[in-house]
């Protein structure tokens, strides 16, 4: 208990020092109708009431045009029960604070054009200063220049925010459902590939049996690739985040086809093939529905590229055509170990951390590249965000909507690389003929590991690496299943061997008994059809190959 009270001691804290978001109510002069706009300030300067009808409405004093480092940069006259807004730079937020209190100011709004970041001091500089101090962002006193008059009035608040928003239950679903759904389809599409042979017409639906193993040194460079990649979208964001969108439509359209088509094939209708002609991807002649299909899947993604920018709607599009991206990959992508998924795991693992919480020791804006990258920088001239994360906007309606929060986020690679695992585990169920087990408590530690990153979220109030809980809670659980039922040999290495099944002839219920002698003499040729007959109508013993067995072959022995 004294463990969990230190954890959220050392939350808030860090919440203090972090600094906090409010809100920076503006309006014409004598009016109260008006627009909130997002602040950021350091409570242990002053605190802000949570409640707009207790703050007070006073005026705003733009004096943009000075940073106010000196006494040369204060009016004459002061700022008489008012709240200065002045450039951030040049001198201490102290200093700056100082003088306006000095000059009579109930408030100060340091109008900044880089990443807004709390106002800090130290303990002797808190204690002296008695006015609330906040940070703006220039293009918000921009638009505040055009939307009012030129005497505004400012109130300053900030309301509570509930710790756990309503759009986390809908992203858990999402999640947890996702990872169960393609592991699940994964596993049964793989055995059946595997160990039983239909003959099929469609080359398409060929294709769709197609899977990729991945092997350690096609981790490594997945690895690198993802390492140079992240890099280089902080460093060149606005023209790299184009040629992110266009890859994530057309893999996303794909994805979406290939979870469509089992059920678009039950429909009796569009069997037809498209006449003989020398058009791409055309030329095998396919099927009208097929062709159909496909033109719906394009459609959807393209219509979310052009309207991707509408908060409103946009994100559902997104998130099922991500989470048909996810099913794709879950089904496409295949670790045949539990040796290859412990390697995968743990490497992405230590990648996720290093992005979050090492880099921001060598930004130069001290923001970890990870959060960056995800959330979109904010500096970026295309405002573009990276469509690579389920989202759900906030549901909780508060006003902190506005500081650039208005969505809860979850990468693709927190659902595909767990995903995985819990694929392998689902094959290795049927091949043990285990009833699921192991992809019932992987499934059941995802989601374990999952509600631990919202609580982490909630406390500390920072964007979390999430496989830091998610691998843990899958790879352990995985593990200690192996253990308790002792396969942990055969779990690791992917050999789940089973004693093959009794191979037992059939019984030809009609074949007529053997004559005797006394009829063999009597009607020697029909005994002598009567035999050729039966054998005939036995069934040829089954090949090796034919037999239905789940045991690999002994190659697979030596991997």
């Not at 940070?135 to 638009?143: C, E, Q, R, V």
């Not at 920088?377 to 469509?387: I, Q, V």
Request: proline share 7%; aromatic share 12%; with cysteine.
């Amino acid at each position: 208990m004294r463990s969990v009270r230190s954890l959220v001691w050392a939350a808030l804290l860090l919440k203090q020092a972090l600094g906090e978001y409010g809100m920076a109510h503006f309006s014409e002069w004598g009016k109260s109708k008006g627009k909130d706009y997002c602040i950021f300030f350091n409570s242990q300067w002053a605190r802000l009431p949570q409640d707009l009808n207790k703050a007070s409405r006073l005026q705003a004093y733009d004096l943009t045009a000075s940073v106010l480092c000196s006494a040369a940069d204060v009016p004459e006259g002061g700022f008489p029960n008012r709240i200065p807004m002045v450039l951030r730079g040049n001198c201490t937020f102290y200093e700056k604070v100082r003088l306006a209190q000095i000059n009579g100011a109930k408030g100060l709004l340091i109008v900044s054009k880089d990443r807004l970041i709390p106002p800090f001091g130290n303990k002797t500089q808190y204690e002296e200063i008695d006015i609330p101090v906040a940070l703006l962002s220039y293009s918000d006193m921009l638009d505040i220049s055009k939307s009012f008059g030129e005497q505004w009035q400012v109130a300053m608040y900030a309301p509570n925010e509930p710790v756990v928003d309503y759009n986390m239950v809908i992203i858990f679903l999402m999640a947890v459902g996702t990872v169960a759904v393609g592991g699940y389809w994964a596993g049964s599409r793989d055995i059946k590939k595997r160990y039983m042979k239909h003959k099929r017409d469609d080359s398409t639906e060929k294709q769709d049996e197609e899977t990729v193993d991945v092997t350690p040194i096609m981790i490594a460079v997945f690895v690198v690739m993802c390492c140079s990649m992240l890099v280089l979208l902080y460093l060149f964001y606005d023209h790299l985040v184009y040629m992110i969108i266009v890859i994530f439509c057309l893999a996303s359209s794909v994805g979406l086809y290939s979870c469509l088509w089992p059920f678009v094939r039950r429909i009796p209708f569009g069997k037809c093939r498209i006449p003989e002609n020398n058009l791409p991807y055309c030329h095998k002649r396919p099927q009208v529905r097929m062709l159909l299909l496909s033109m719906f899947c394009v459609g959807v993604s393209v219509t979310w590229g052009v309207f991707r920018n509408e908060d409103q709607w946009a994100w559902v599009l997104q998130d099922a055509l991500g989470i048909a991206f996810c099913l794709y990959m879950l089904k496409t992508i295949r670790l045949p170990t539990f040796k290859a998924c412990t390697l995968l795991l743990v490497v992405l693992f230590v990648y996720d951390v290093f992005f979050v919480f090492i880099t921001p020791y060598f930004t130069k804006s001290g923001e970890s590249i990870m959060v960056e990258v995800a959330a979109g920088p904010s500096g970026s001239s295309t405002h573009e965000k990276l469509p690579m994360v389920l989202k759900v906007p906030r549901l909780n309606f508060s006003p902190l909507a506005l500081c650039d929060r208005p969505f809860s986020l979850l990468g693709f690679g927190d659902i595909l690389v767990p995903g995985l695992l819990v694929a392998y585990c689902h094959r290795f169920d049927i091949l043990m003929q285990s009833s699921r087990i192991y992809f019932l408590a992987c499934t059941v530690g995802y989601g374990i590991g999952l509600l631990i990153t919202f609580v982490a979220l909630a406390l500390m109030q920072m964007g979390q690496p999430a496989l830091l809980y998610l691998v843990p809670c899958t790879l352990l659980t995985s593990l200690a299943v192996a253990l308790w039922r002792k396969e942990l040999p055969l779990f690791w290495t992917g050999s789940g061997f089973v004693p093959p099944p009794i191979v037992m002839a059939p019984i030809n219920c009609t074949q007529t008994p053997a004559p005797t002698e006394e009829e063999t003499s009597a009607n020697p040729e029909p005994q002598i059809s009567e035999v050729t007959t039966s054998r005939s109508e036995d069934p040829p013993p089954p090949a090796e190959e034919d037999a239905p067995q789940l045991t690999e072959e002994p190659a697979d022995k030596s991997k």
